[in-house]
């Protein structure tokens, strides 16, 4: 690896938040492994600081998706853009470009928005405390 590939290795390490989906663990090796490259390439941290492109949407579903099994939520993705429904009459919209997301409610005209966050951790909340819950008997 050249200093070239150690910068661009910074810039995606960057992209790992959770804010993008990334869990705890691994937003803390992202930054272990930012330091060490920095470290090791002597790269200046204004090197470093230059904007960060969004996580590509189809890693950032993997998280969303994840997310939304856990509550026994079905997802779906097109493009950029992923969905659930919670029980008959409420819709997750979820921006994978942006990590927003909104709760609408079906109503006769259309959508009505209930709930508009950003970052996986803000559903997370949300959906524990609205989410339909399912208890199995084992």
């Not at 997310?67 to 029980?87: A, P, Q």
């Not at 996986?120 to 208890?135: F, K, M």
Request: aromatic share 8%; hydrophobic share 35%; glycine share 8%.
């Amino acid at each position: 690896m050249n200093r070239e590939d150690a910068v661009r290795r910074i810039r995606a390490l960057r992209n790992v938040t959770l804010e993008n989906g990334a869990l705890a663990p691994e937003v803390d090796n992202a930054g272990r492994l930012l330091q060490r490259i920095a470290e090791r390439f002597a790269i200046e941290p204004e090197e470093r600081q230059a904007q960060p492109r969004p996580m590509h949407s189809s890693a950032a579903w993997d998280y969303w998706c994840s997310l939304l099994s856990e509550f026994h939520i079905e997802g779906r993705r097109f493009c950029n853009r992923g969905s659930g429904m919670i029980g008959p009459d409420r819709l997750i919209v979820i921006k994978l470009d942006t990590s927003e997301w909104q709760v609408q409610r079906v109503t006769r005209g259309g959508y009505q928005a209930i709930a508009k966050h950003r970052g996986l951790e803000s559903l997370r909340l949300y959906l524990r405390g609205n989410a339909p819950h399912r208890h199995t008997f084992a």
